[in-house]
């Protein structure tokens, strides 16, 4: 009675308006109740998460990367966990403590009676006390600025990865389609055709993938330095004013990493030039062709002497 009532009501008006809403209907319903099958209203093994090898080594190194960044998303909510846990011990909060509640208790206990404000340095992730030392506290606050600031960057790492894996797959899937396209002679071959299909259609979900981790990603490292931004604003005992929500700093760089070298306006010196371009030396001209040296003039001969006189003849000596 009740289905034939029911069948009274409102199966004869919905036909008498729209007869195909039935048949929409029950076609939906069919539908519902067919089983999963692979390539029918069925997700990839990749988008649920699962190791899948394709048996191709043009494609097989891309799904084991893509499976190798899911797990690792897995562990990012115990890492999370694991750089406030200084900060949830130290204020006897339960492990399930939201991040309002760790920043209100923090700056209550820094506001307390005998308390004082101090400063956070987010890039050493030292605190200097203001005033009277809460120990254990500062402490705490130093050791989860460390590991969330480390977790921040790490996350903005992973984004960035994950976005170049999306890209390369959207590459992959590409070749895919217009290797299936232009099959040719292999049409005719369906287990090459369905071994084709499952490809691209693990190919797309590990896009998916990668674009839900890229996103996730991002958004966790921006709400990782929301957490320092508050942090430092609670060990200063005071209050993120509203307008400042969304607008956080670029985060501080490694201590081990080297800033890069700030250029300094060149000094001039006095006797010092720029070295220019080395110029070609210039053609030497040819020497002029040497004189050949002149001989010293000759010295006249000396005069010739004259001949010296004969000696007169002795005297004739005369004997009478």
Known sequence: MSCARTRRITIPSVKARRPWFVLALVASLAFAALPACDGFLSSSKVA??????????HYDPYFDSVYQAQVGAATWPDEKKAARKPLVTVLALTPAAVDETIIF????????????????????????????????????????????????????????????????GELLKDGADKEFSNRGA??????????????????????????????????????????????????????????????TRPLPPKA???????K???????????????????????????????????????AEKPAPKPAPPPDEVFNP
């Open 256 to 262: 081990d990493e080297k800033k890069p070298d700030e």
């Open 48 to 57: 649920q998460g699962q190791r899948y090898q394709s048996e191709d080594h």
């Open 186 to 247: 292999d049409k005719a071959d369906e287990k090459k055709n369905e071994k084709s299909r499952e490809i691209r259609r693990e190919l797309q979900g590990a896009i998916d993938a990668m674009r839900s981790l890229s996103r996730d990603a991002a958004r966790q490292s921006r709400d990782a330095q929301e957490f320092l931004e508050d942090l430092v604003a609670a060990v200063e005992a005071k209050e993120r004013g509203r307008s400042t929500r969304g607008e």
């Open 105 to 168: 208790a923090i700056r209550e206990r820094v506001r307390k009676p005998g308390g004082s404000g101090a400063k956070l340095d987010l890039a050493s992730a030292k605190v200097t006390p203001g005033g009277a030392t809460d120990a254990p506290l500062f402490a705490a606050v130093e050791e989860t600025a460390r590991l969330e600031l480390d977790r921040a960057r790490k996350l903005k790492d992973k984004a960035d990865k994950c976005d170049e894996m999306l890209k390369h």
């Open 264 to 302: 300094k306006p060149d000094e001039k010196k006095p006797d010092e030039k720029k070295p220019g371009k080395p110029q070609a030396a210039p053609a030497s001209k040819p020497k002029p062709a040497e004189k050949p040296a002149e001989k010293p003039a000759e010295k006249p001969a000396p």
